[in-house]
């Protein structure tokens, strides 16, 4: 490990140390207004990998800080920040023959020149205010460096790497594109039980090394029947044309539409799907994804903290050499107290190519996390 890793870790250690000292869980309040929290987690996976030449059977770890504060001046206003940095790039440092992040954490390469704007370790800073129309009717605006998944995309048992699953491709949709810290705005209105977000973003830097700009939009519903919860939504996104086509030879826009539901099923058993398209004028890896699994609470064995998720991801439809990719995965995690929780995991990964090896295997890892 190199020396700024080490004295990174060493730093983690000693901010943590602090934590634990203090009477609480959750964020520390410096005062009625002014809040510090946020979430380490390091993670070990070790993968076991077939028809994947040059690359072997090995494991790999890495350690995510993400720190943030808020300041809330009055009840409608909040100034808020957070901060990325990372020891290790665990198996997405290329050491994977798969083409999806193993874990979709940001780590010590993702917080480092963060969309090409030669900005580290700040990933988002922004400003809110919320007009209250009512008790259950507001709208929220924000400005400054954000990340569109904090609008889009959501799901309740399919949307952290450091409490969920591990995996990109059950994190979010890998076939759309929702950027992340950068400059933009959101909208967010909430009306009895519907929901409108909006997004627009200006991205310094895409995979073609242009920048571009970013537009999406979630409308959701939440129900309350016999069964549990329920939130079902709908999002849709699209951007500037600043994309390569497949031939390389024009610029092209992205657009794409998703489907994202999950609902409760009893006191015990949770189930979530998510299922969408993207066009193929761009280049692209995936054109379609169909992906849904099950949340077994821990209730069901007295720990009502604790939980099991199983979940599946098929990806096609792509025009950059790749004809599907598959990925399933199962977890258990284990809430240790207010603060640590350790998750056990395990993925099975197949890459079909249109031409040359498809590499597959088993990942097999470790996650703790502390939650401040």
């Known amino acids: 490990m190199a020396i700024r890793s080490k004295a990174f870790v060493s730093f983690i250690v000693a901010f943590m140390t602090f934590f634990l000292w203090q009477p609480h869980g959750g964020a520390m309040e410096v005062t ?32 995510a800080f993400r720190p943030e504060i808020s300041f809330t001046p009055t009840d409608n206003d909040e100034i808020f920040a957070k901060f990325g940095f990372g020891a290790g790039n665990a198996l997405n440092d290329g050491t994977s023959p798969f083409i999806i992040a193993p874990w979709a954490a940001d780590l010590e390469a993702d917080v480092k020149n963060i969309n090409g704007r030669e900005r580290d370790y700040l990933l988002t800073a922004w400003y809110k205010h919320t007009f209250q129309f009512g008790e259950d009717h507001s709208l929220g605006l924000t400005g400054g460096l954000i990340d569109s998944t904090d609008y889009l995309d959501e799901n309740t048992y399919s949307n952290d790497e450091f409490t969920q699953f591990m995996n990109e491709a059950l ?21 009895h039980n519907f929901t409108v977000n909006g997004v627009i973003m200006q991205v310094g830097e895409n995979d073609d090394l242009r920048s571009y700009h970013f537009y999406g939009a979630q409308a959701g519903y939440t129900l309350s029947t016999g069964l549990g919860e329920g939130n079902y939504r709908i999002i849709m996104e699209g951007t500037s044309e600043d994309f390569n086509d497949p031939q390389g030879t024009s610029f092209e826009s992205k657009a794409a539409v998703l489907f994202s539901f999950d609902q409760q099923l009893g006191e015990t058993l949770g189930a979530w799907v998510r299922f969408g398209w993207q066009d193929d004028k761009a280049l ?48 258990a995690r284990c809430v240790l107290n207010e603060i640590f929780a350790l998750t056990l995991d395990v993925q099975w990964m197949k890459d079909d190519y249109l031409a040359g090896d498809d590499p597959k295997g088993f990942i097999y890892g470790v996650r703790m996390t502390a939650e401040f």
């Open 32 to 63: 009625d207004k002014f809040a510090i929290g946020g979430i380490l987690a390091g993670a070990y996976q070790y993968q076991n990998v077939s028809d994947a030449p040059g690359l072997e059977n090995t494991g790999r770890g890495g350690l």
């Open 171 to 191: 994190v979010n949709g890998p076939n759309i594109f929702g950027p992340s810290y950068d400059i933009g705005g959101a909208l967010e209105w909430n009306y």
């Open 284 to 331: 692209i890896n995936y054109g379609s994804l169909y992906s849904g699994g099950i949340d077994i609470s821990g209730k069901l064995w007295k720990r009502g903290n604790d939980n099991i998720g199983i979940g599946y991801a098929y990806l096609g439809d792509g025009n950059s050499g790749i004809d599907r990719t598959q990925v399933a995965e199962a977890y």
